[in-house]
T-cell receptor, first 109, second 115 residues
Framework: GQQVMQIPQYQHVQEGEDFTTYCNSS?????IQWYKQRPGGHPVFLIQ?????EVKKQKRLTFQFGEAKKNSSLHITATQTTDVGTYFC?????????FGPGTRLSVLP | EAGVTQSPTHLIKTRGQQATLRCSPI?????VYWYQQALGLGLQFLLW???????NRGNFPPRFSGRQFPNYSSELNVNALELEDSALYLC??????????????FGDGTRLSIL
């Protein structure tokens, strides 16, 4: 079945440093979604990418969808303590959403 | 617009008991997804209901089951509870089949603890 992997599993950064998490699917995706889960909270939708090679920005966050629609990345510029949480990608290949295991980001002030 | 509601917030059971978790999706949404999130881990897909039917299930034993009612609310039932069933159970609401480009909206979850 479809598998979605994310690296790294954990990332500790100093406030102000950049952060990137990578998402890779074993199969081609029709779209990919990114979610953020704050400690003690539930996943909250951030963005969706649909087109091959698509790049979207939300303030300090940049999302990319690979040309082959099998990988994606989330880059945060100049992290802040409010960025702390776990970032999940979720790929849709068929009828189901498959979530990656997430990247847990810690930001040291 | 009311969000996704899950009940109860917390549930404490002992081994061998049965648990029922409930989810009400966003008004107008016909799909409900259930996920298990063990402490510090990712989301493991359990079940997907749409328009009252089970569309897909994850790699979980048959003692995990559920149903969706005509009003699109859903129940997750876990029989013969085991210690490793302790986790946060998240319900996600979605507009439904044919609207795959829409995101899922999660509830706050039910924290199930098995003693």
């Amino acid at each position: 079945g479809q598998q979605v992997m994310q690296i790294p599993q954990y990332q500790h950064v100093q406030e102000g440093e950049d952060f990137t998490t990578y998402c890779n699917s074993s199969t081609t995706l029709s779209n990919i979604q990114w979610y953020k889960q704050r400690p003690g909270g539930h996943p909250v939708f951030l963005i969706q990418l649909v087109k091959s090679g698509e790049v979207k920005k939300q303030k300090r966050l940049t999302f990319q969808f690979g040309e082959a629609k099998k990988n994606s990345s989330l880059h945060i510029t100049a992290t802040q303590t409010t960025d702390v949480g776990t970032y999940f990608c979720a790929g849709r290949g068929g009828q189901n959403f498959v979530f990656g295991p997430g990247t847990r980001l810690s930001v040291l002030p | 617009e009311a969000g996704v509601t899950q009940s109860p917030t917390h549930l404490i059971k002992t081994r061998g008991q049965q648990a029922t978790l409930r989810c009400s999706p966003i008004s107008g949404h016909t799909s409900v997804y259930w996920y298990q999130q063990a402490l510090g881990l990712g989301l493991q897909f359990l079940l997907w209901y749409d328009e009252g039917e089970e569309r897909n299930r994850g790699n979980f034993p048959p003692r995990f089951s559920g149903r969706q009612f005509p009003n699109y609310s859903s129940e997750l039932n876990v029989n013969a509870l085991e210690l490793e069933d302790s986790a946060l159970y998240l319900c996600a609401s979605h507009p439904g089949h044919g609207k795959s480009n829409q995101p899922q909206h999660f509830g706050d979850g039910t924290r199930l603890s098995i003693l």
